[in-house]
């Protein structure tokens, strides 16, 4: 069993290996929920998180969910909401392409 530090250390690692691709700025975790599978993170630019300007602001965020149990990560996706994927891990119907 994992708890949040460590969930948000699992996600800040992905987000910092994220940040080295060309073009991706540094990103910064901005919320965290806890559900019962494990903790939905959310993210955006660092630079958004410092200025609070839009125009700082990164797009098509996809949050990350660490799970309770095992720490696994899951880059959800954007196109559903948050509650569709947790449904999708609950039932263990997710397939994750981007997950690490």
């Not at 965020?61 to 959800?76: D, K, M, S």
Request: glycine share 8%; net charge negative.
């Amino acid at each position: 069993m994992i708890d949040e530090e460590r969930a948000r250390q699992i996600a800040e690692a992905i987000l910092a290996h994220d940040a080295t691709e060309p073009g991706t700025p540094p990103l910064a975790i901005v919320n965290v929920e806890e559900h019962p599978i494990g903790w939905v993170l959310y993210y955006n630019s660092a630079k958004y998180v410092r200025t609070g300007n839009f125009m700082d602001a990164t797009v098509g965020n996809a949050p990350i969910v660490v799970e309770r149990a095992t720490g696994r990560a899951h880059i959800t996706g954007t196109a559903r909401s948050t509650a569709y994927y947790l449904a999708e891990l609950d039932a263990g119907t997710h397939s994750c392409t981007h997950c690490p």
